[in-house]
């Protein structure tokens, strides 16, 4: 790692807004060896994402890029490059894997026309040489059943599937330089491994540089050679791995390291009654398969004799990886998604059979904050629309300004300003939006929350103030919640209790501290095994 193949020099980005211009970056500078790995790391609106565009030659029209802005890949300067160059470039020798794979990926293109595109934009092929390449690669990336994925659909694979593909197409090429900007953000913890180490294995074998863009720590720790740490487009720290993380010199650095979800819950009194007490829950989905003259039915069971008890003041985890069955057992639960088999008590009443209108008393006590808050909550809605719309249908406050008094006491809850008020969720960050939705949820004066992979997509840093904020907001309102989550550090930090769920069943439960420390099954070894070590 001697050779210089990439070098960045006083990268200085703006963009025009109708407000008028924006630093998003300013005089990022370092350099990328051949074989080595950088990580670039940094809360959202650190600048990391940009200064990856500016190397590939990709920023939206509205960016104004710093007359001392210097890119020079393998001798070239890229910053004087035409976009006709630039084209050639990008995917041959330099590529990038995206965030979410889900949205890079055409979704009217099958798999095997998707990668043999990025080899067809540079080399005369034949078809079926072409096709032959492809398998290969998929193949390469570990890709479960390659030859079948060929005329598969994106939304016919998983989420690490889908993300093996982005990596397939990267290295379709052998490129010099990968950038992966947050390859594993929305991953479980096991498939986040796999990625990992699978990245780390392809780069010694091709010998590439790469870029990793993360706000993730432990992945960094794991994987990367160096380390520069940006906040606010500036670079506040650089150097080795292992020395930024035994001995970091900015207050900034040293945040980021200690933000990783920490301490214990606060014990539940031994005398606490049950609130929430589902029994032998069995949810199945009907799945129609054929053409039109031979329809045929299968049925899928989603959830399968799963039961679960939640006491007063009580947080109780639920894990496994992605296609467990966890959200649809959280969802049967409380009532928004398929109708399960099996009595649900809530508070001492049987609420399972209820239709939707014998629900509506229930609606306040039992409340839901979701995975993404900006999909949950409405864009076309101010924030004080979007806390008051509950109060209104569930008839909680007789006049506007007593609805207001509510609406500001929430907001106090959350921890954030009043002025919010008036703004859209866009204005909000990844943070606040999250916040707000659990102000939402909390203006209702709730007993039970359902807690959907609430901090998956939130910085570090950010993903520790939810969680204090969680258990502060339960010990003050002695609040219950039921976690959906695959971040077992978070788990840790939160839970009491803890299901482990795989296939729709339940192959282990007990005490936080005691399932994640000694697991008794193969399965649990492996997620504990991943989600603390990041990679074997």
Same mark, same amino acid.
């Given at each position: 790692? $001697? ?5 960045? @020099?006083?990268?200085?980005? @703006? ?13 990022? %500078? ?95 092929? =034949?078809? =079926?040489?072409?096709? #032959? ?38 290295? #379709? ?10 390859? $594993? ?7 986040? *491994?796999?990625?990992?180490? /699978? ?24 994987? %990367? ?22 001995? +970091?010199?900015?207050?900034?650095? @040293? ?89 649900? $008590? ?32 409405? +864009?076309?809605?101010? !924030? ?7 109060? !209104? ?55 039970? !929350? ?7 997509? /939130?910085?570090?840093?950010?993903? *520790? ?8 907001l339960r010990d003050r309102f002695n609040l219950s919640y039921l976690f959906i989550s695959h971040d077992l550090k978070v788990v840790r930090a939160l839970c009491h209790r803890v299901i482990v769920m795989k296939s729709g069943s ?23 095994? #991943?989600?603390?070590?990041?990679? #074997?």
């Amino acid at each position: 790692m $001697t050779d210089t193949l990439l070098s960045v @020099q006083n990268v200085s980005v @703006q963009f025009k807004t109708a407000t008028g211009l924006r630093q998003a970056v300013k005089d990022v %500078s370092f350099d990328v060896a051949k074989g080595e790995t950088m990580a670039v790391v940094g809360e959202s609106g650190s600048g990391k994402s940009v200064t990856a565009r500016v190397i590939m030659g990709m920023l939206a029209p509205n960016a104004r890029v710093g007359e001392a802005t210097k890119v020079v890949f393998d001798g070239d300067e890229l910053t004087k490059f035409s976009e006709l160059q630039m084209q050639d470039l990008r995917g041959r020798r330099i590529a990038m894997i995206f965030q979410e794979p889900l949205t890079s990926l055409n979704p009217l293109y099958r798999i095997g026309d998707q990668v043999g595109e990025i080899i067809k934009a540079h080399h005369k092929i =034949s078809k =079926s040489d072409l096709e #032959a390449r492809v398998l290969r690669l998929l193949e390469e990336v570990r890709l479960p059943d390659p030859k079948a994925r060929l005329r598969q659909y994106p939304h016919e694979l998983s989420g690490g599937q889908r993300q093996r593909v982005m990596i397939a197409m990267a290295l #379709a090429n052998n490129p010099d330089l990968l950038i992966a900007d947050e390859p $594993t953000t929305a991953l479980d913890v096991t498939v986040q *491994a796999e990625i990992l180490a /699978l990245l780390r294995d392809l780069q010694k074998s091709h010998n590439m540089g790469m870029i990793l863009i993360t706000h993730d720590l432990s992945v960094v720790r794991a994987v %990367s050679d160096n380390v520069v740490v940006m906040r606010h487009g500036e670079v506040v720290e650089r150097g080795a791995t292992q020395a930024i993380f035994e001995a +970091p010199s900015h207050a900034y650095t @040293q945040h980021l390291i200690s933000s990783e979800p920490k301490g214990e819950p606060s014990p539940v009194p031994e005398a606490a009654p049950p609130l929430m007490v589902a029994e032998n829950a069995r949810v199945a989905f009907t799945l129609k398969q054929g053409g039109m003259f031979s329809r045929a039915t299968t049925q899928l069971v989603a959830v399968n004799d799963v039961s679960v008890t939640v006491r007063k003041g009580e947080t109780v985890g639920i894990v496994g990886e992605s296609g467990s069955g966890k959200t649809t057992f959280g969802m049967s639960v409380i009532g928004l998604g398929q109708k399960q088999n099996g009595p649900v $008590t809530f508070d001492g009443d049987r609420i399972e059979h209820l239709d939707r209108q014998a629900l509506r008393p229930y609606r306040p006590r039992i409340q839901v904050v979701f995975q993404d808050p900006f999909s949950s909550l409405n +864009p076309r809605m101010i !924030i004080r629309q979007i806390l008051e719309e509950g109060l !209104i249908v569930n008839g909680i406050g007789a006049t506007a300004s007593e609805r207001l008094v509510l609406i500001k006491q929430a907001l106090d809850d959350v921890q954030m300003p009043h002025d919010a008020l008036d703004r859209f969720p866009h204005e909000f960050s990844g943070g606040q939006r999250q916040r707000l939705a659990i102000a939402r949820a909390i203006v209702l004066k709730p007993e039970f !929350i359902l807690l959907d992979e609430p901090t998956s997509a /939130l910085d570090l840093s950010i993903q *520790a103030q939810i969680i204090e904020l969680l258990r502060d907001l339960r010990d003050r309102f002695n609040l219950s919640y039921l976690f959906i989550s695959h971040d077992l550090k978070v788990v840790r930090a939160l839970c009491h209790r803890v299901i482990v769920m795989k296939s729709g069943s339940v192959v282990e439960e007990g005490p936080t501290s005691e399932v994640l420390e000694t697991p008794q099954t193969d399965y649990t070894r492996r997620l504990v095994r #991943a989600a603390f070590d990041v990679v #074997a």
